[in-house]
Protein backbone atom coordinates (compact mmCIF):
# COMPACT_ATOMS: atom_id res chain seq x y z
CA UNK A 1 0.00 0.00 0.00
CA UNK A 2 1.47 3.31 -1.38
CA UNK A 3 0.65 6.84 0.77
CA UNK A 4 -0.62 9.57 -1.35
CA UNK A 5 0.22 12.94 -2.44
CA UNK A 6 -1.57 14.09 0.70
CA UNK A 7 -0.58 12.07 2.99
CA UNK A 8 3.46 12.49 1.52
CA UNK A 9 2.79 16.60 1.77
CA UNK A 10 1.43 16.25 5.26
CA UNK A 11 4.43 14.04 6.33
CA UNK A 12 6.98 16.08 4.42
CA UNK A 13 5.33 19.19 6.36
CA UNK A 14 5.69 17.36 9.57
CA UNK A 15 9.25 16.63 9.14
CA UNK A 16 10.18 20.42 8.09
CA UNK A 17 8.27 21.82 11.11
CA UNK A 18 10.13 19.40 13.21
CA UNK A 19 13.73 20.09 12.28
CA UNK A 20 13.11 23.79 11.76
CA UNK A 21 11.58 24.02 15.13
CA UNK A 22 14.37 21.17 16.74
CA UNK A 23 17.16 23.55 15.20
CA UNK A 24 15.45 26.92 16.48
CA UNK A 25 15.18 25.07 20.13
CA UNK A 26 18.90 24.01 20.08
CA UNK A 27 20.34 27.26 18.60
CA UNK A 28 18.20 29.25 21.24
CA UNK A 29 19.61 26.71 24.14
CA UNK A 30 22.87 26.18 23.22
CA UNK A 31 24.29 28.69 20.89
CA UNK A 32 22.58 32.17 22.85
CA UNK A 33 24.15 32.08 26.06
CA UNK A 34 27.57 32.69 24.47
CA UNK A 35 26.86 35.27 22.41
CA UNK A 36 26.60 38.48 23.79
CA UNK A 37 23.26 40.24 25.15
CA UNK A 38 23.00 43.30 23.00
CA UNK A 39 24.00 41.39 20.10
CA UNK A 40 21.00 41.54 17.15
CA UNK A 41 20.67 37.36 17.20
CA UNK A 42 18.73 38.08 20.95
CA UNK A 43 15.90 39.64 19.61
CA UNK A 44 14.72 36.64 17.79
CA UNK A 45 13.84 34.49 20.74
CA UNK A 46 11.89 34.65 23.86
CA UNK A 47 13.88 35.00 27.30
CA UNK A 48 15.68 32.06 28.79
CA UNK A 49 13.71 31.35 31.65
CA UNK A 50 10.85 29.84 28.63
CA UNK A 51 13.38 27.22 27.38
CA UNK A 52 12.48 25.12 30.28
CA UNK A 53 9.06 26.48 30.69
CA UNK A 54 7.59 25.57 27.56
CA UNK A 55 9.18 22.50 27.48
CA UNK A 56 7.56 21.44 30.38
CA UNK A 57 4.39 22.84 29.54
CA UNK A 58 4.16 20.43 26.16
CA UNK A 59 5.26 17.17 28.51
CA UNK A 60 2.87 18.23 30.46
CA UNK A 61 -0.09 18.42 27.75
CA UNK A 62 1.68 15.26 26.29
CA UNK A 63 1.23 12.92 29.37
CA UNK A 64 -2.24 14.73 30.06
CA UNK A 65 -3.19 13.33 26.13
CA UNK A 66 -2.05 9.90 26.77
CA UNK A 67 -3.45 9.57 30.09
CA UNK A 68 -7.09 10.77 28.77
CA UNK A 69 -6.56 8.40 25.71
CA UNK A 70 -5.54 5.47 28.00
CA UNK A 71 -8.60 6.44 29.95
CA UNK A 72 -10.98 6.37 26.86
CA UNK A 73 -9.83 2.92 25.51
CA UNK A 74 -10.05 1.06 28.92
CA UNK A 75 -13.47 2.72 29.55
CA UNK A 76 -14.24 1.38 26.07
CA UNK A 77 -13.43 -2.27 26.57
CA UNK A 78 -14.80 -2.64 29.94
CA UNK A 79 -17.10 -5.70 30.55
CA UNK A 80 -19.91 -5.89 32.62
CA UNK A 81 -19.92 -7.49 35.40
CA UNK A 82 -22.07 -10.26 35.78
CA UNK A 83 -25.06 -10.44 37.99
CA UNK A 84 -25.20 -14.19 39.79
Aim: hydrophobic residues 55%; aromatic residues 14%.
Amino acid sequence: MCATGVDQAVGMSLVVFSLLLFTYYSVWVIVLPFVENDHVLHKYFLPREYSVILPGIAAVILLLCIGAFTAVIMWKNRKPKKVD
